[in-house]
């Protein structure tokens, strides 16, 4: 099993910045690829970025990329989603999910995740 938990959601300015924490804990073999989906109100969940924590290989989704960037601390088995630049259409319930493998970030791909945390809001005003 692998619990996840999300913080540092919040309420900001659009060009402002937050940072996301999903902290895990749980068999690692079953969280080595990690990501963060989110969900506006009223839309399907998407996936924003996922990060294969053997390597750090990242993948972002293309209107995040070079907004957000994805970094891990091993010793804190925890995985951070530094967003910059946000936007009011970034608002929305941001989850953490893992995999033993990575998975894609289509709204459909959201099945394939096998692990995912109880969300965190971030709300970007205009």
């Known amino acids: 099993q692998v619990q996840l938990v999300e913080s540092g959601g919040g309420s900001v300015q659009a060009g402002g910045s937050l940072r996301l924490s999903c902290a895990a804990s749980?068999?690692?073999?079953?969280?080595?690829?990690m990501a963060w989906f989110r969900q506006a109100p009223g839309k399907e969940r998407e996936g924003v970025a996922r990060?294969?924590?053997?390597?750090?290989?990242?993948f972002y989704r293309h209107t995040v990329e070079g907004r957000f960037a994805l970094s891990q601390d091993n010793a804190k088995n925890t995985v951070y989603l530094q967003m910059n630049s946000l936007k009011p259409e970034d608002t929305g319930m941001y989850y953490c999910?893992?995999?033993?493998?990575?998975?894609?970030?289509?709204?459909?791909?959201?099945?394939?995740?096998?692990?995912w945390g109880q969300g965190t809001q971030v709300t970007v005003s205009s």
């Open positions: 999910a893992a995999d033993r493998f990575c998975q894609g970030l289509g709204t459909k791909d959201q099945h394939s995740w096998h692990y």
């Open positions: 749980g068999v690692n073999d079953n969280r080595r690829c």
């Open positions: 990060i294969y924590t053997d390597n750090g290989n990242t």
